[in-house]
């Protein structure tokens, strides 16, 4: 097996990583040759914008993806100020996700929109818009105004939408460079995704995918590792995620069973574990990544798991 085998590989600059940390982070995913590193605006932890410019003034090559930036989050006005900023400073090395969020935390900060598809619709036209440099059309849902940014770059930075569901992902198709699918994201649903866009606009997307992912000496030693952090996947928010999976219905009556999310993973069985993350050996993870590229992922951006980032990051590299 070839690099040409395998798409872009990245990897997500994990959310809690105590801030010392964070910049030495990007740096050993660079030097260790990841393609990618993807940054993460969730809610109480870190914002978007900040860590991607301290990541990018601290690495030379590895492009920095925003994944995701909810849209209810922020005047979009203001939000495709920053980006252009960003990408005038790291021409080439910026993308730019949008999404709808976490339905719990958007309602906790009183930002779930009436209308979350055509408030994403229409976010995603007025920002590529304007950083294109043309005038802010009227929306349904987004109102600026006509304005104009006088300080864009040369060429924009691709804006995908972080999405799942059938309908969001044909308006990816139709206003969006592609999309970023949360995890899990094996190759038949990056295929059926990548279908659906193709029925919204005329292609070709980008398509990154995030994977929870460990590398260890055997498959069950890193199933072992990467099966606390399939914790959240009880939670109803990422009901989603999981539906096109075979067990869907048998993962949803476990779910119900468990008193939380923890007793939830541990009662995973391990015939589920590779469907829900890319953990196993360095060859299986390879391979995994392979199939990715071959039902049309452009970048596969692992999650490291594991009580340390660091040794996790360098297992990792591992598959490359």
Sequence with gaps: MSAADLPDVGVLLP????????????????????????VVEDLGFRGGFVQATAVLAATTNIRVGVGILPAGARNIAFAAMEAATLTQLHPGRVTIGIGHGMPDWMRQVDAWPARPLGLLRDCTTVFRALLRGEPAPDTAHVHVGGTVLTEIPATPPPVLLGVRGPKSLT?????????????????????????????????????????????????????????????????????????????????????????????????????????????????????????????????????????????????????L
């Design 15 to 38: 959310r809690d990583l105590p801030i010392e940390q964070v910049l030495p982070f990007a740096r050993r995913a660079e030097e260790l040759g990841f393609r990618e590193l993807w």
């Design 171 to 319: 308006a990816a198709g139709e206003v969006s460079d592609g999309v970023v699918l949360a995890e899990p994201s094996p190759p038949s649903y990056i295929a059926a995704a990548i279908d659906r866009m193709d029925d919204g606009g005329t292609g070709p997307h980008q398509v990154v995918t995030y994977d929870l992912a460990a590398v260890a000496d055997t498959d069950a030693a890193a199933w072992t590792i990467v099966r606390p952090a399939l914790a959240p996947f009880g939670e109803p928010d990422w009901r989603p995620h999981l539906a096109g999976l075979p067990f869907s219905d048998e993962l949803a009556a476990l779910r119900a069973g468990c008193r939380d999310g923890d007793e939830f993973a541990a009662s995973l069985p391990d015939a589920w574990i590779p469907h829900l993350a890319l953990a196993g050996t360095s060859e299986r993870v390879s391979a995994g990544l392979t199939a990715r590229r071959a039902a049309g992922a452009s970048t596969s951006v692992l999650i490291p798991a594991g009580p340390s980032p660091f040794a996790s990051l360098s297992r990792l590299a591992t598959a």
